[in-house]
């Protein structure tokens, strides 16, 4: 289900630091324009008590256009765009990324379709340009399952930067909860829990992305690398990456897709 309009403002105040929070405050109170939002509404309150006085003050789209209007003003533009822009659908998302590929990949796509047996029919998609495929997919499975079936073809065919952008598009457009997600809400990194700690063997590279993320800090980082064999850095690395909640479950899949990518291909397959 797409996201409501205050889901949308709640995630993008939620995304702001508390400096940034501060000043977007601080310009709420200080516009000009009618209606003024008084001060004891807003001042010392969470981030949803402000999204919720945002929508009552305004309308729904004056809301946005208000919240965009402030957060370019203090120069945040990244959460100003990705606010004003709206969600793509899964048809969009879907159509998007199978029209980037190559006609050698396309091929492929529609190969590893096919073989997976699971509904879709040759005659359905063999010689179908790219819209083609993306309408048998969302009739033949869900719009959430016709995405995630397409991520796993397009790892499977090594096309990892697609898939990565077609999650990336999902999350923004409310269709995937997480990165690692899956349909019954557990995350890649605890499904495979076992198969990651006997399995990775990148964890140096893989502790100096997380120490730059600031997902560990430096006495973890040296603890963790001092240990032996890899196995075990890897048993008390998923410990601290998991006390950092999805957030930091998610950033340690990506880097563990950049690090360790056939291993984690191999796993998806799962």
Request: proline share 3%; with cysteine; hydrophobic share 40%.
């Amino acid at each position: 289900m797409p996201r409501s309009v205050k889901q949308l403002l709640a995630e993008t105040l939620e995304d702001l630091s508390k400096d940034n929070l501060d000043k977007f405050i601080f310009q709420l109170l200080d516009r000009r324009e009618e209606p003024r939002v008084r001060r004891c509404r807003v001042e010392g309150k969470s981030r949803l008590e402000v999204v919720d006085v945002l929508v009552s003050t305004f309308t729904e789209d004056q809301a946005v256009d208000v919240t965009v209007e402030i957060l370019r003003s203090i120069s945040c533009k990244q959460q100003a765009e990705r606010l004003k822009m709206p969600p793509k659908t899964a048809k969009k998302i879907l159509s998007n990324k199978l029209e980037d590929l190559s006609g050698d990949n396309l091929k492929k796509f529609r190969t590893e379709l096919l073989d997976r047996k699971d509904g879709v029919r040759t005659s359905q998609v063999e010689g179908k340009d790219f819209m083609e495929i993306s309408d048998v997919m969302i009739n033949v499975y869900s719009e959430k399952k016709a995405l995630k079936v397409a991520e796993e073809i397009l790892r499977e065919i090594r096309c990892n930067q697609a898939a990565d952008d077609l999650v990336a598009e999902a999350e923004q457009a409310g269709l995937f909860s997480s990165a690692g997600g899956s349909s019954d809400g557990e995350h890649f990194v605890d499904r495979h829990r076992t198969d990651l700690i006997q399995r990775v063997t990148a964890v140096p590279a893989v502790l100096d992305k997380l120490l730059k993320a600031k997902v560990i800090q430096d006495e973890t980082y040296d603890e963790i690398l001092a240990l032996r064999p890899s196995q075990v850095q890897m048993r008390t690395l998923y410990k601290y990456v998991k006390a950092g909640g999805p957030a930091a479950k998610d950033l340690f899949l990506k880097i563990l897709k950049e690090e360790q990518s056939f291993l984690i291909d191999d796993l998806m397959k799962k």
